[in-house]
């Protein structure tokens, strides 16, 4: 089996850069959100569809980022 | 990748597809998601987690000399085996294992270039058997401790100049605007970074594909803050895995000779009580 239908594309989430990458092995297709700065891993989910996959990464990313605290610099 | 200092310490992904069932060879996907393996790895190779098998789950370490030489024994990995690390985020964790690694003196330990991003991208061959190892003997050395610096060290570089530091955090973190990347838990009680640091965060080394960039490319990243290799360079990050990364760049990329990584990072320095912290961007000339 491979990684097949790879797909990288940067959207912004409440302001803050995301990159989710998605991609088919077998009938599964999976998703990683991770911020773009500096890119670390924010959720990793599965569907059927790709579009499925991805709004559960987009759904577990937005939950993380909204915790995240901006200080006054 | 033949101008590097070391271009030995690389390998492509089409190396890999090539020799990936030679004969002692032993394949360890590392990742920050340790989930990541579990949905497809490069047939045969094994998964180390970094959270678990990657340091001391009792204290906060690495791993000991014991402790080390069993995650190699169990994993089928003798003193003259070649190990091929990769992993995600452009190799974090795979260049943490790296530098491990060389800490204990293994002497043929390599980096797929790119990662398993790029192997992914390129629709190459996956795999989700869990290989089960032929137990290996291994004896390793005893620390090189100059590829690691402690806080006493950080300490005196800091107030004497003596070092270079890097950090290699995010500009935001590195300004104190957020005490951890984007979404990621809070695990310091202030922001900033350490006073006289430059800032040069660990992912501009890479390109979109997440290979490395070129040897001229890095030199004159480095260069333009100041970072030449006429000192001794220190590059720390928040727990030492980004920066472990920029110092198999600085130390195998570019052949600087005394660069260390600062494992204890800001989670350490960021959490002492009455350490001096500079917060903004970093000072002119620092």
């Known amino acids: ?73 | 990748m033949a101008d590097y200092a070391h271009p030995e310490v690389l390998v492509s992904t089409e190396w890999v597809a090539q020799h990936r069932t030679d004969p002692n060879i032993v394949i360890a996907e590392v990742d920050v998601d340790t989930a990541a393996y579990n949905e497809g790895h490069i047939p045969g190779a094994i998964g180390w987690a970094w959270n678990t098998q990657l340091c001391d789950t009792v204290r906060r370490d690495i791993l000991s000399k014991q402790q080390f030489e069993e995650l190699m024994a169990s994993s089928g990995i003798s003193n003259d085996t070649t190990v091929i690390l990769y992993g995600d985020n452009n190799n974090w964790f795979a260049a943490w294992a790296f530098w491990q690694m060389k800490i204990y003196g293994h002497k043929d330990v390599r980096i797929m270039n790119g990662g398993r991003k790029k192997w992914l991208a390129e629709g190459r061959e996956l795999s989700t058997e869990i290989p089960q190892p032929k137990r290996a003997t291994y004896k390793a050395s005893d620390p090189d401790l100059s590829l690691r610096a402690f806080l006493p060290q950080v300490q005196v570089a800091m107030k004497e100049r003596s070092a270079a530091l890097v950090d290699v955090r995010s500009p935001q973190e590195f300004t104190g605007e957020i005490l951890a990347p984007p979404g990621l838990p809070e695990t310091c009680q202030r922001g900033g970074h350490i006073p006289g640091a430059r800032n040069i965060p660990w992912g501009k080394a890479c390109n979109e594909d997440g290979t490395f960039k070129s040897y001229e490319e890095l030199k004159e990243l480095y260069r333009s803050e100041g970072i030449d290799g006429s000192k001794p360079i220190i590059a720390y990050c928040r727990i030492g895995e980004r920066s472990s990364h920029t110092w198999f760049v600085l130390k195998y990329l570019l052949g600087f000779n005394n660069v260390s990584n600062y494992d204890g990072s800001w989670t350490e320095w960021g959490n002492l009580v009455g350490a001096p912290i500079e917060r903004g961007a970093a000072a002119v000339g620092a």
Do not use: F
């Not at chain 1, 959207?11 to 990159?19: A, F």
């Not at chain 1, 990458?21 to 599964?28: A, E, H, I, M, W």
């Not at chain 1, 924010?42 to 200080?71: F, H, M, N, P």
């Open chain 1, 1 to 73: 089996m491979r990684a097949e239908d790879y797909r990288e594309r940067r959207i912004q989430i409440d302001d803050w850069p995301v990159t989710l990458t998605s991609y088919r092995v077998g009938d599964v297709y999976h998703c990683k959100a991770d911020n773009v700065s500096p890119g670390a891993t924010l959720a990793r989910t599965s569907g059927v569809t790709r579009q499925q996959a991805e709004e559960k990464a987009i759904a577990r990313a937005r939950e993380l980022l909204a915790r995240t605290r901006r200080q006054p610099v």
